[in-house]
C-alpha cells in the first residue's frame, strides 16, 4: 500500500473524515458537501499523530531540502507545522489570517528573516485561497517561499489552477480520490456512492443545489 494510502487509512480510523453522500453536510462558504474533513481530530490520537508527524517530516527533508524555516497556518497548521519543525530540528513560525488589532499587530509570529527558505504547513486544501493568502503575506515578508505541504487535499480543478498561478509547489500526505478508494475498501460507501463522491469534486460550488 503506498504513502497515500496509509494516510487516507489513518485520517478514516480516527474519524477525522465523514462521508455522507445521502446527507450532505454544508460548509461556511454555503456549499453543499458529502464530505466532511476534521484533521484536528487526529491530534487526539498519538499513534495516528505520530505517523503523520513523520510523514510531514519526512517529505518536507526530501522534497524541500533546502527549507530553514517551516510556517504553519493559523490555526490548523500550526500544531502540524510545529512538530515537523520539531523532528527536523528547524525554526518555526505561524501567520495569522490578519494582523493582531493589539501589541506589535504581528501578522506573522516567531523569529523570521528576510531571505530565508520557508516551506508553508496546512493541514487540509479546499480551494487553497487561505492557504496561498499566507503564502503572500510571507512573500511580502522578503522570505523565499519553497513551498507547501499538506495532510490531504480535495484536488478541485479550482486548487490546482490557483497553485499554478502561485507558482508553488503544493504535495499533500494523501488526496480525495486515494480516499475514496480506500473507503470503499472498508466498506464505508457503496458502488453508487462512490460516484456521488467524485462526482462532487468537479464541480463542488454548484452541486446539490
Not at 474519524?15 to 455522507?20: P, W
Not at 524555516?69 to 512538530?83: D, H, K, Q, S
Not at 516567531?110 to 487553497?128: A, F, H
Request: glycine share 6%; aromatic share 8%.
Amino acid at each position: 500500500m503506498d504513502n497515500a494510502s496509509v494516510v487516507a487509512d489513518k485520517l478514516l480510523q480516527v474519524r477525522a473524515v465523514k462521508l455522507s453522500p445521502d446527507a450532505p453536510f454544508t460548509w461556511a462558504s454555503g456549499w453543499k458537501s458529502p464530505i466532511y474533513c476534521d484533521n484536528r481530530k487526529v491530534l487526539a490520537h498519538p499513534h495516528e499523530r505520530d505517523f503523520l508527524k513523520s510523514e510531514l517530516a519526512n517529505v518536507i527533508f526530501e522534497q524541500f531540502s533546502e527549507a530553514e524555516v517551516l510556517a504553519g497556518v493559523a490555526t490548523a497548521g500550526i500544531p502540524w507545522g510545529a512538530m515537523a519543525a520539531d523532528q527536523l530540528k528547524l525554526p518555526f513560525c505561524y501567520v495569522r489570517p490578519k494582523p493582531k488589532e493589539h501589541g506589535l499587530g504581528n501578522q506573522i509570529e516567531g523569529d523570521l528573516q528576510p531571505g530565508q527558505s520557508v516551506v508553508v504547513v496546512e493541514d487540509l486544501i479546499s480551494t487553497g485561497k487561505s492557504s496561498l493568502q499566507v503564502v503572500d503575506v510571507l512573500r511580502q515578508a522578503g522570505v523565499n517561499v519553497v513551498g507547501m505541504v499538506a495532510l490531504f487535499t480535495y484536488g478541485f480543478p479550482a486548487a490546482d489552477s490557483a497553485f499554478e498561478s502561485a507558482n508553488l509547489k503544493l504535495i499533500p500526505l494523501s488526496n480525495y480520490p486515494t480516499l475514496i478508494e480506500r473507503a470503499i475498501s472498508r466498506g464505508l460507501v457503496t458502488p453508487e456512492q462512490q460516484k456521488v463522491l467524485l462526482d462532487w469534486r468537479e464541480n463542488p460550488a454548484t452541486w446539490g443545489k
